[in-house]
């Protein structure tokens, strides 16, 4: 067994003592390194906000960015932003997130629920002028509208199926006292105001002078447009005799001759023989009289069978031998008389 030496308390305090003086200097040391360092990234990063510690608890909260302008990336919903973790404190560059408090003045969320597609909103034209038209799906304009009613024509009148037709379209006009005057015999002039409203066909650019036209007659356009369809022509003396009434024969040639494309029988004068008076039709007028009756054009009252080429034509059978030819052109539907010319087979 061997004995130590007794220790000497002078030693132990000194150890002590030297090692609290370590302490001081290592102390000294760290805080001469930290200003040091303090110093060279202060002058480095001038902006480093030391004040700006990371927190979980006053993380600031990301917001979805602000609506295109355009309004194109309304119609699709915004994804779920996963939140980042900020890890270390972040230079300001200019672009700042939105506080919480701001969110509570929108008026309109700029994130739609992912659940429920935002659809866009159409919303209903507006008419410039300020008034709101209401379409009904079962009001329906009329095919056919409806006849004119004139004083002087009863239902039981012969020609009121012809009449009524024509006033229905505005191809016949009445007179300011709803009269329609039917037995009023038709000037030359009148007539080609009637061929001028009833036919719209392309003219042959066929133009006549006539010596007894002035320039502001009333009928002027009208009988240069019936010209030209083909439909009138003059005298030999280049006249047009506008004030003349227009005989009967006169009518069924202008409307054969505006048509144009009628056939003529092989035997004219077999075709015009039903009629009593045939020997009284002229010549020049016997063939197209005769393509009229196998066309259904010539309509005779009281009786059929009498022609009457000389006779004066008055308004309601100038109205019914153009419903006539309408009808043979496919313009109007056909319709019952008893005076209708039905030629022989």
Do not use: C
Not at 162 to 179: A, E, Y
Not at 193 to 212: E, H, M, N, R, Y
Request: net charge neutral.
């Amino acid at each position: 067994m061997t004995n130590l030496p007794p220790s000497d308390p002078r030693s132990s305090s000194q150890r002590r003592s030297w090692d609290y003086d370590e302490l001081i200097g290592i102390l000294v040391a760290f805080a001469a390194i930290g200003g040091i360092l303090f110093w060279v990234l202060g002058r480095r990063f001038p902006d480093w906000d030391w004040t700006r510690l990371p927190s979980t608890f006053n993380r600031p909260v990301p917001t979805a960015p602000a609506p295109d302008s355009t309004g194109a990336n309304n119609l699709l919903p915004t994804p779920v932003v996963p939140t980042p973790t900020v890890t270390v404190p972040t230079p300001t560059t200019g672009t700042t997130a939105q506080p919480e408090e701001d969110k509570d003045t929108e008026i309109i969320s700029s994130q739609p629920s992912l659940s429920t597609p935002v659809l866009p909103i159409v919303p209903p034209a507006t008419p410039t002028d300020g008034n709101f038209l209401v379409t009904s799906p079962v009001d329906k304009m009329p095919t056919i509208p409806a006849p004119k009613e004139f004083t002087d024509v009863p239902d039981n009148f012969w020609a009121s199926k012809f009449i009524d037709t024509l006033s229905s379209r505005n191809v016949i006009k009445g007179f300011n006292d709803n009269s329609f005057l039917p037995n009023k015999p038709v000037t030359r002039a009148e007539f080609a105001s009637i061929l001028q409203q009833a036919f719209d066909k392309a003219g042959t650019g066929k133009v006549l002078q006539f010596s007894d036209i002035s320039g502001d007659f009333w009928a002027k356009g009208a009988i240069n447009k019936s010209v030209g369809m083909g439909f009138l022509s003059g005298y030999p003396d280049s006249n047009f005799k506008p004030e003349q009434p227009i005989p009967r024969v006169q009518v069924i040639v202008a409307l054969v001759s505006g048509l144009g494309n009628l056939k003529a029988p092989a035997n004219p004068e077999q075709v015009i023989s039903i009629y009593k008076d045939a020997k009284d039709i002229p010549n020049y007028a016997k063939e197209k009289v005769a393509i009229a009756t196998t066309n259904g054009l010539v309509v005779n009252h009281p009786d059929p069978q009498a022609f009457a080429p000389n006779r004066e034509a008055t308004r309601a059978e100038v109205t019914a031998m153009i419903h006539q030819t309408l009808v043979r052109m496919g313009r109007l539907p056909a319709i019952e008389s008893e005076y209708i010319v039905k030629p022989r087979r």
